[in-house]
């Protein structure tokens, strides 16, 4: 019965604030490597600097789903963040009380002149 209510929960429930949440390969350090490593954006004609919020689902096998803009820049730049945010490799997936669980993410995605 236990193992039943576990599994429904991992594949129903999205938690935004779990007890431990989901974690890129190598931490925050990994994933400033990454996004620094596989970024693809040029300035071409537009000159605009920020950051595009990204959210999406870290799975309970840590497979990336569901990505959105959540605050975008440009066309451009939402463009290039979606992009590299669906490329990520899998992430350790969050838990709570012991279970493995879905997790909801947003993530800044810093665009610089």
Known sequence: FGQKRESLTSDTTIFADPMIYPAFPGGQTGLTEYINKNFSWTQGQL??????FIEFIVDINGKIKDVKVV?????????????????????????QNGTIV????????????
């Not at 879905?102 to 002149?113: E, N």
Request: hydrophobic share 40%; charged share 30%.
């Open 47 to 52: 000159t605009v600097e920020g950051k595009v």
């Open 71 to 95: 605050r975008g820049l440009c066309e451009s730049c939402d463009k290039e963040a979606i992009r590299l945010v669906k490329n990520m490799p899998e992430w350790i997936p969050g838990k």
């Open 102 to 113: 879905k997790t909801r993410m947003v993530i800044p995605i810093m665009f610089g002149l």
